[in-house]
Nanobody, 121 residues
Framework: QVQLEDTGGGLVQAGGSLTLSCATSGRIFSSAVMAWFRQAPGKEREFVAAMRWGVGRSMYADSVKGRFTISRANANTAYLQMNNLKSEDTAVYFC???????????????WGQGTQVTVTS
């Protein structure tokens, strides 16, 4: 089973930036989809961004479009660059791996442990 380790969270002021990393225990195959989700206290886990690894096709939630960028740097690491952060972005962020290019959390089978992002106003 692939293990995912998501890191890079922290405390940042509104308008600031953070970059989250998701390192996998093995190579990410071109057919895989890497995604980021987030969950705020008392709320459902929600989709943030996803990328089809081999072709680089990506999609974003409307709430982060134009501010967040999902990317890859090597065969086993995905990133989420977050700019112009807002207080409503505060949540635990999870990376996930699946095979379907979808925003549905239940379709992803491998998950990181989560990293906390707190945005202060």
């Amino acid at each position: 089973q692939v293990q995912l380790e998501d890191t890079g969270g922290g405390l940042v002021q509104a308008g600031g930036s953070l970059t989250l990393s998701c390192a996998t225990s093995g190579r990410i195959f071109s057919s895989a989809v890497m995604a980021w989700f987030r969950q705020a206290p008392g709320k459902e886990r929600e989709f943030v961004a996803a990328m089809r690894w081999g072709v680089g096709r990506s999609m974003y939630a409307d709430s982060v479009k134009g501010r967040f960028t999902i990317s890859r740097a090597n065969a086993n690491t995905a990133y989420l660059q977050m700019n112009n952060l807002k207080s409503e972005d505060t949540a635990v962020y999870f990376c996930a791996r699946g095979v379907d290019f979808t925003a549905t959390a239940s379709e992803y089978r491998d998950w990181g442990q989560g990293t906390q992002v707190t945005v202060t106003s």
